[in-house]
């Protein structure tokens, strides 16, 4: 072999072979979940264990590697595309999804500026306006894909922040006499990553605002009143509220419609999170969920969680691109080009001048199944959720323990005669047999100091068998859990 041979890429028959041999077996895998226990049947340092400490010295054959991914790597994963995950969120990748990834793979394009790749950029342009149409919101919204929601409300942050006019992009906040605490506020059940977004701009975690809310686990405007005038007397600066619409907790939805006007009362940015709730907006019957939106300043969206397309893949919106772009825009010598004024650069709306080519499996998602198959397949989640909540319900000792609006169920086993920590205890014992059994994977939270189990279902697999199948192994669970 000639050293330039050796020098470059494998074969393309290698490759072809590989390939081929790789998509018939992920078609395999996901016709065939039951072969595979959903959470990874291993203990800490397993996987790790069999991981040389070192690269290989030497190239190693395709076949090699791929015999590997199946005898180390296959026994540590956790199956979040089996149609019994209901943990978390529960996300699903679907065959049109893995093939735009794939495609995405071969071209290995770098979405950062509209030269580097036109075609990326117009087409997430165009993907997540359409994905706006299917939501039933307006005109005036500027979309671009992120990674994760908790990026796209950094971002919106990033813009509420700028849009104080209070200039921290330049003088910073360090040693300011002219800047009081710029305060957030949002439900006691928001994410996380909310809080996050507020520490990593500067703000300080403590001018995270926790909001109260009422027996639906939605924000009580009458308590973000109280806060928003409590903090304009006492001095500090209201720069934002975050609605959301579908908690990770209970999927509760907070009135967008109510908390627009109150903010803006007080000068404050709306960002609203539907990363896991916004694309329930398509199914016409749920579409309220998004009322008051289109008042707001920002959204995201995630259709990694609720739109059966593989992560990552999160949409930003906002109706102030000025102010998002104003936050991030710098433009080195070196990435300038003819004609910049005349087109959309990506990276001036974010901290990543890099950007994954992300639009290309939501574009294939949205015209594989159509806007009615999308509400089909989300409206019968919305149905599975209310058909497991019924079957809850009317089974003695157990009780639901939230509404569920979207396709989040939150429950717990009640058995007679127990105290809350023994229930505490008994529910956490249930949802570690279920999980170590492999038949499902569930998730809990607490909720006013209740252990709950959660069943989210999100899968494009998911079917009533699958639903039944978890409630048998909960029911079963709670019998072995509970036995003397
Ligand atoms: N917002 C809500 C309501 C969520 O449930 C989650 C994650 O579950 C997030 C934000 C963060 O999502 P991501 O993992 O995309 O950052």
């Known amino acids: 072999m000639t050293t330039s041979a050796r020098l470059g890429d494998l074969s393309p028959e290698e490759f072809r072979k590989a390939a081929h041999e790789a998509v018939d077996w992920i078609a395999d895998y996901l016709e065939h979940p039951e072969r595979h226990p959903v959470r990874a049947q291993v203990a800490p340092g397993d996987v790790a264990a069999q991981l040389p400490v070192s690269a290989p010295a030497h190239a190693e054959s395709l076949d090699a590697i791929v015999q590997d991914f199946h005898n180390v ?107 009081r605490a710029l305060r957030v506020y949002t439900s006691e059940h928001a994410h996380s990553s909310v809080e996050k977004a507020v520490i990593t701009l500067g703000l300080g975690h403590e001018n995270v605002i926790k909001i109260p809310v009422d027996s639906a686990y939605r924000m009580r405007t009458d308590a973000l009143r109280d806060a928003l005038e409590a903090d304009a007397t006492a001095g500090f600066t209201p720069m934002a509220v975050v609605a959301t619409v579908g908690t990770t907790s209970t999927s509760s939805i907070d009135s967008v419609r109510e908390i627009v006007p109150i903010a803006r009362e ?52 906002t109706r102030r691109p000025d102010a998002l772009r104003s936050a991030f825009s710098l433009v080195a010598e070196y990435l300038r080009s003819p004609g910049d004024d005349a087109v959309v650069n990506l990276m001036d709306y974010g901290v990543q001048l890099g950007r994954r080519f992300r639009s290309l499996k939501l574009w294939m998602v949205l015209r594989a199944f159509g806007a009615d198959g999308i509400e089909e397949r989300l409206r019968h989640h919305c149905e599975l959720a209310r058909e497991f909540a019924g079957m809850v319900h009317y089974e003695g000792d157990w009780e639901l323990c939230a509404p569920v609006p979207l396709s989040l169920v939150c429950f717990r086993y009640m058995p007679p005669n127990t105290t809350e920590a023994e229930r505490n205890a008994i529910n956490a014992a249930i949802l570690e047999h279920v999980n170590a059994s492999g038949v499902a994977l569930l998730s809990h939270t607490k909720l006013e100091d209740r252990y709950v189990i959660r069943l989210a279902i999100g899968s494009v697999r998911t079917q009533r068998e699958h639903i039944e199948a978890t409630w048998l192994a909960l029911r079963e669970a709670a019998r072995v859990v509970s036995a003397p």
């Open 73 to 179: 790597i296959m026994p540590g994963i956790t199956h979040w595309n089996s149609p019994t995950f209901f943990g978390y969120f529960s996300i699903s990748g679907s065959y049109p999804g893995i093939l735009g990834e794939l495609f995405a793979a071969g071209l290995n394009v770098n979405n950062m500026l509209w030269l580097t790749s036109p075609a990326a950029t117009e087409l997430e342009l165009r993907t997540v306006d359409w994905l706006r149409q299917l939501m039933g919101l307006g005109d005036g919204w500027f979309g671009q894909i992120t990674d994760t929601a908790s990026i796209s409300t950094l971002y919106a942050l990033a813009a509420a922040r700028e849009a104080t006019g209070l200039d921290i992009r330049t003088l910073g906040l360090a040693g300011r006499r002219d800047l």
């Open 266 to 317: 007080f000068n404050c940015w709306v960002h609203v999170d539907g990363a896991y709730g916004g694309p329930a907006a398509i199914v016409p019957e749920m579409r309220w969920l998004l009322e008051g939106v289109d008042a707001a300043d920002s959204l995201v969206v995630n259709p990694h969680k609720w739109l059966f397309t593989p992560v990552d893949c999160s949409v930003m919106y």
